[in-house]
């Protein structure tokens, strides 16, 4: 199609151009608000990145703050507490990629394997609706739930004669509650791409490996998995960019004093030193300091992804 528009003349091209714009106008509506919002929450606010070169003062704007240089990438770099809260971030980042990602995958895999159709659909209906509720409803949910004087996991720990445990109090299981609460919130809306991508492998396939002798964890191995691979690949390096970008609104709503030894991440150390202390020029370096090892990560994961499969997002 472009071949033919470069061999019309000017005047006709454009009106085959107008042509297209008309015939797909609600298409190219529907992305008006997406665009906007791209610009406005994300393009926007890059102008005010500046400020953390910046010693900014609210009364003196942007423009008026002085500029300090690196001094607040110096300070953070040199800060115990930074330290600690980004080898936090880490750590709950890594549970999170090894435990997290691989519960979508799974959760597709075995709905698809599913026969009675009805069932799949109540299934996935299920699975689906705690995305849809906010972590400050959910956070009152698990502490009633985790609560070690009426919760019920504490009353199944005193029929077996243990001591209840508070999962929501103990820095020892803490990490592990974030991630446990985090896997059960997203997995059945994680699910929902790897299930899209299970739709497109060809049925043929099935029926060559099932002649070739493969039982169903065989034809989910060689037939499967080699199927969406793409997709998880472009998964996978989204999720590596987004390592060292914590669930805030999960930790922020969870995380108490008991707990800030293993619990306070970059999120809640960026809303205490921006919001709370009014640090703003502090908390923007940390913020775009996290951003710069996200893009790090992104990149580097795209890379070594092209040269292990050759699967990528550019």
Known sequence: MSTVNQALPHEDRKKSLWFRIKKHKLHLLMIVLPILQFIIFKWGPMYGVQI?????????????????????FTR???SYDFAQVFGNTLILAIYNFIFG????????????ELRGKKFKRVTQTLSYLPHFVSWVI??????????????PIAAI??????????????????????????IWKGIGWGSIVYLSALGSVNEELYDAAHVDGCGRW?????????GITPTITIMMIMAVGNLVDDNFDQVFNLLNPAVYSVGDVLGT???????NNMDYSYSTAVDLFRNIISLILVVGANTV?????EYGLW
């Open 52 to 72: 953390a070169f910046k010693n900014f003062k609210i009364l003196k704007g942007i423009e008026g703050s002085p500029w300090v240089g690196f001094d607040n």
């Open 76 to 78: 953070l770099l040199t």
């Open 101 to 112: 990602f691989p519960a979508p995958i799974l959760l597709a895999l075995m709905l698809n």
């Open 138 to 151: 959910l956070t009152g949910i698990f502490m009633d739930v985790l609560s070690p004087s009426r919760g």
């Open 157 to 182: 720990f005193r029929a077996f004669g243990a001591d209840p445990i508070y999962f929501l109090g103990n820095p020892k299981y803490f990490r592990g509650t974030l991630v446990v609460t985090g």
């Open 218 to 226: 065989g034809r989910i191995w060689h037939v499967t998995l080699p």
């Open 269 to 275: 150390y960026i809303y205490r030193s921006g919001i």
């Open 305 to 309: 992804a092209k040269r292990v499969n």
